[in-house]
């Protein structure tokens, strides 16, 4: 008879003792899934070769980047470029904590201009602004105006406090309080309908276009992006805040020159003209 | 102790393990010190947390309104979701350790299948059965029920990846009582409830115990399936982990702070279970 039992007291050996909760095959494939999710995390890490250019981008680039991003390979084909999209102020953290990027294009000259500050980025260049708009789902016809977002029983989702497109959503939501139009406490009603807040502008524009929010505060390019799930509220121009992208090298960037040509093509005819077909306005 | 041991019959099929530790000696040259790699690795990080912090300055993070409402809402659904876990999943785990089940294998899969989903993708499956256009959750929206957003999504969410663990655990700790006892008392006029409740659970005990343990560690850890079904909402929605998401947007002392909270939590529940099964002789 094997003694499963532990003497009392002795939990070193209570610790190794035979009987176990696990079944031996459930930790080997325990031990199989923990080698391929470690597999998976280094993946990334791996260097390839010298040129590939690493830009992180704001989220609500994604797809303007990603055609630049291939013009810009087709006219430099020893050059490969790889996108890391996220919300602003994540990219932000991630490059003053040691992260390898090339240059950073912000949804917000404040972050830019804080690296900068910082000495981790190179001098910022404006290069696109957005608009912001109110969205909501193609079927979802509750809000028509921006006086429905603070409707009674409307949900609305934000971009968190820290996300550029959240800060713009919150000044927006109060310079339309300011101006008298929407009636006392405006913002503080649009608050409580407010169901999340989520960490970068496309996850918005995600719970709007699933249809489980009633409306999200987006920029307009997101809003094309979407195309026919949502619908797009416009927020009048009086009331909207200005929205301003800003891209600056990094300091310490693997590949400067590929990045200056990255930046000058981003500025150039073709970078623009990329923008604005995205309806990114450019300066 | 004598009479419990012989109630837990031997562990089945475990053949090469019952052997006794090898001696040092005996060891491959070189196995001893690589066996100390991994530790390291695990206590670095865990180490450099509160070195990245002051006592001070934790304390000051840690008492602030919204820490201390991630880390109630965190409490709160993660207790409920263990004890949802363990209600629903203990008659499951039983049934699946007595029960010649037909189709038992491929109910054990889809029971461990949330291990390996990647939760964000538990997370947009639950948002397609419960959200608004959802197959369920069309009609309860219609019977004025809205799921998504709300605390009881992170309970949901908590549940899908955390129950596996228990079941497994439990169904471990069932097949270890031998049906001659469970026999025994209903002989003796013991009603199945009675016989399930004062013979069978009791001797499970250490194994459902480790089973709770477990998949409240994992609903506390949980973040990706939470952040998609039921969204990131300070005092509703806002976990300790969502917090520190948020938090590492703007603020990386607090989001220091609540990791450092979170390590000791999940610590000393780790630490006060083994206490508990040891001061009891019950291995963990």
Redesign the interface.
Known sequence: ?????????R?AH???????????R?LARAAL?AASALALAAAPAGCRDGSTLRVFAASSLTESFTEIGRDFESAHPDVTVEFVFA?S??LK?QIEHGARADFFASADTALTAALHRAGLLETPRRFAQNALVIVAPHDEMRIREPADLAAPGV?V?LA????PAGRYASDALGRMEASGRFGDGFAARVRAN??????NVRAVLA?VA????DAGIVYLTDAAAAGAKVRTITIPRDWAVATEYAVGICRRAPHPSAARAFVDHLLGPEGRARLLEHRFEVP | MSDRDAARRPPPSRSPSVRAPAARRDMPPGVGALAYVLPVYIALPLLALPFATTPRALAEHLVSAAALRALWLSLATTVAATAITAVLGAPLAYVLARRPVRGRAAIDTLVDLPITIPPVVAGVALLLVFGRHGLLGRSFELAGIHVPFTTAAVVMAQVFVASPFFVKAARAGFETVAPGLEDAARTLGASPWRVFWTVTVPLARPALAAGIVLAWARALSEFGATMMFAGNLPGRTQTLTLAVMSAMESDTDTAVALSVLSIAIAAGALVGARRFACSRGLPF
Do not use: D, H, Y
């Open positions: 008879m094997s003694a499963p039992l532990a003497p009392p007291g939990c209570a610790a190794a003792s035979p009987v176990r909760v696990r079944p031996p459930a899934a919300g102020q994540t953290t949900s989702v968190g406090p820290g996300v407010v169901v999340s807040e989520e960490p719970k699933l249809g489980e929010a």
